[in-house]
């Protein structure tokens, strides 16, 4: 019996370095995920992940934060959007309204309100109040807010990509300048991907359509171009896809993910409709009035375009 056994279990292990092989050469091969909780009283979260120049990393959020417990709520999920506000009068209220751009607009449920160094010395200028904000240092240790760069919002889900400098990866609410009132948290979950070299594929967003009837019918074609050497997974592309909707990153929603697209090989280029609603992008910021759109695939971007829906 213990000779039958042998065979199979060489036969697992030639499964697994295949597998492994597979993994490797389509260059896409995901580490398992490490989660972190991200206290939005503390200024930056370390993940103790020491970034590679370019590095991408797939980040899947959750959770919420509230940045006024005292005199607010003013509470956000991980893009930013606002899922509470403050009562009118009430000092957060002044506070949002006042030192949050766009100034002079109070805080209202399903919009961001934005940093603006020019108001107050917030954690990363010009993204929203209450992101998920991903960033870089070169010191595994930083004291200050000057320490960090690489800013970028992470949303629910979503690519962060680090600096050519590389560097260790932190995480953090935007919020300034008292983050002592911040109470929630985020969960956020890393996984790590050597995905596609600098130069293997490059991003078009085309499309004549520039103003669309209603949120649901925005679509929009996508180009791979492979200039790169290796033969890549047409629905690795697809699932790597980040689409950056006024800026916020969003993924597919995998049950959309679909057929089998085969595969790309070198020097040739592929065509995929891009469907809004195939996407994670919450309904609240599917409003009706201007946005822009890009993508982004590792390192490889697109142009951004502006579209309308609805007027
Ligand atoms: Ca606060």
């Known amino acids: 019996m213990a000779s039958g056994k042998r065979p199979l279990t060489l036969i697992r292990l030639l499964l697994l ?16 995920a490490q989660t972190f909780t991200v206290d939005p009283s503390a200024e930056a979260t ?8 370019g590095q991408v990393f797939f980040v899947q959020a959750s959770g919420r934060v509230n940045l006024a417990s005292t005199d607010g709520p003013y509470t956000t999920g991980p893009d930013g959007t606002i899922l509470e506000v403050p009562a009118s009068g009430l000092g957060g209220d002044w506070f949002f309204t006042n030192n949050a751009a766009p100034v002079g607009v109070a805080p209202v449920v399903g919009q961001r309100k934005y940093v603006d160094y020019h108001l107050t010395q917030g954690f990363a200028d010009g993204l929203p109040y209450g992101a998920l904000i991903a960033c870089f240092s070169s ?51 890393v ?39 290796r033969i890549l997974s047409a629905n690795t592309l697809v699932s790597g896809l980040t689409v950056l909707w006024d800026g916020v990153p969003y993924t597919i929603n995998p049950s959309r993910l679909g057929k089998n697209r085969g595969y790309l090989v070198p020097r040739k280029s592929l065509r995929y409709r891009l469907m809004a609603a195939d996407y994670l992008i919450p309904n609240s910021v599917l409003t009706n009035g201007r946005h822009t759109i890009q993508i982004q695939e590792g390192l490889a971007s697109s142009e951004q375009l502006t579209i309308f829906i609805g007027l």
């Open 191 to 229: 996984s790590r991907s050597v995905l596609l070299g600098q130069s293997s594929v490059e991003l078009v967003l085309a499309d004549d359509m520039i103003r669309f009837p209603r949120a649901s019918s925005v679509s929009m074609t996508v180009i791979f171009r492979n200039v790169g050497d």
């Open 46 to 53: 370390s993940t103790g992940i020491l970034a590679q120049p």
């Open 139 to 189: 010191l595994p240790n930083p004291t200050s807010g000057s320490d960090f760069t690489g800013f970028a919002v992470v949303g629910v889900s979503g690519t962060v990509t680090a600096p050519q400098s590389g560097g260790y990866l932190f995480f953090s609410a935007n919020d300034a300048p008292n983050r002592s009132d911040n109470t929630g948290s985020f969960t956020v979950q």
């Open 17 to 32: 370095l295949l597998l492994l092989m597979v993994s490797l050469f389509f260059g896409c091969g995901r580490i398992s």
